[in-house]
């Protein structure tokens, strides 16, 4: 006998709960035929598109997701769905306006406001982004990661002495972040004061000593300070925490110029 369309759905939930995606977007395709016009193909579709997104089949996945939008306009799920789809794509300007119907729908809902701060941060839109990591901050007052992300589109937008005040709020609170003091360290470099980018660089390295990037951060300090041998050792650490040496090839030359 024939499948119903419920059996069908059911089969395909199983289907991607085992990770079998193309076995699954095929039975969704089949839900999806077996009734046209039936409501729950809202979540047919999603399902499918989600199969298709984990298949790397990002153009169909975008379009599954619109037809589901067809039986459910103002489903904030799917919406910020298709946005993330949208950002793998590099289409901001699709993704911030999925953001912007999804936040006109539910003006509380954090995902959404944090990406599409990033999203008007990455447009230089900054009076845009600050607006929203403002508002997503009075609704979780102790979301460090926002509040990480308004201290560096300061940096960006070059508002360094507003990026080094809230990341010393940030290290007051939370002062074994090392991603903290390394961020500081970054903004530190660029107000030009290097003593206190370098203890702060080699007080996250401390804190992560594993994290590469943090010793190529050191090395780049320290050559500014013509200290090329400490630098070359700084490297070496890096190497030594899983960073390919090929790729540091210059910064070792700068080490070994006389």
Known sequence: MAQSYNELFIEGEKLLKANDYSKAAQLFKQVIERDSTNKFNEYAYSNLAFAQWQLGEGDSAIESYTKALAYNPESAQIMQQRARLYLEQENIDSA??????????????SHALFMRAYLYGEKKEYNKAYADYNALLAIEPANNDARLSLALLYHRA???????????LLIDGNPQNAEYYYARSNVEREEKLTALAIMDIEKAIELAPKNAQYHIAHAQLLLTQGQKRAARAALDRAVEAGHLRAALSKMYEECSTK
């Open 96 to 109: 911030l306006a999925d953001y912007n119907t999804v936040l006109s729908i539910e003006p509380r809902n």
């Open 158 to 168: 070059g508002r360094l002495n507003d990026a080094l005040m809230l990341l010393g």
